[in-house]
């Protein structure tokens, strides 16, 4: 009798291992919304949530780059889902198809269900930065002048004046150990860009000679109605290094 309840024991066990729980997935796809639907021009994220009461509680998020479109959540629990859309200088979205919170699309999920949400196409920020540059990375001892080289686009219906601000964050590494000397506005210009139009645009950034060497600045547009209403989310130019 021992034996036989040994026995019964291991097949139970077994079984359990054999047969595990059945768990969802949902997959998609995330493009440009405009013809012939790309995927997006930056990088994005999927962000999942899940219902608990009347809260949506964080899951998991994936990430979404030009080439890399397909997004997939798997080893799901049943349960409720609802998917935040984000791109850089793209508009946010809920699933399916709104901006709005509160009508996002809930996915119902059983234990095996697998979901495929299919397409889901993003617009790009009305009005937003593009191909920024500067025209060196280098300025000696006795500093130096950097031009930065920016778009401003507006797709809206309206002219709009709009104020570009560079920022620069300086960064000392003194034995091993980096020194952030905070974020300074280093220029900033104000820019009309007519209705449906995109605006190319300059400004000089001036390094002094007072700036200790080996400094190294971070350098961010940041595109603005005024100083305090941001339009669309910073764009990185690079780095500039003031050389010993």
Not at 54 to 81: C, E, M, P, Q, R
Not at 113 to 125: A, E, Q, S, W
Not at 132 to 145: D, E, I, K, M
Not at 149 to 155: P, S
């Amino acid at each position: 009798m021992k034996k036989y309840s040994l026995f019964l024991s291991a097949i139970i066990v077994l079984a359990a291992f054999s047969f595990p729980t059945q768990a969802a997935t949902i997959r998609g796809r995330v493009l440009e919304q405009a013809p012939p639907h790309n995927g997006l021009a930056t990088y994005g994220s999927v962000t999942l949530y899940k219902k608990s009461g009347t809260s949506w509680v964080y899951t998991s998020t994936a990430h979404i780059t030009t080439t890399n479109v397909s997004f997939l959540f798997k080893g799901l629990a049943a349960g409720t889902y609802s998917l935040r859309i984000e791109g850089y200088n793209y508009k946010t979205e809920y699933y399916n198809n709104t901006t709005v919170y509160e009508n996002r699309t809930e996915i119902t999920l059983a234990a095996d269900t697998i979901r495929n949400v299919g397409d889901i196409y993003l617009n790009p920020l009305p009005i937003r930065l593009a191909n920024a540059s500067l025209s060196t990375h280098n300025v000696p001892a006795a500093g130096g002048r950097v031009i930065a080289t920016f778009d401003v686009v507006n797709d809206t219906a309206a002219d709009k004046e709009l104020l570009v601000m560079i920022m620069l964050e300086a960064k000392r590494t003194i034995q091993n150990a980096t020194i952030v000397s905070g974020e300074l506005q280093g220029a900033s210009k104000s820019v009309t860009v007519p209705a449906h139009s995109t605006v190319t645009a300059t400004k000089a950034i001036d390094i002094p000679e007072t700036v200790p060497a080996h400094t190294r600045f971070d350098v961010n547009l940041h595109l603005t109605q005024d100083k305090w209403w941001p339009q669309a989310n910073p764009e990185f130019l690079g780095i500039i290094y003031k050389s010993p």
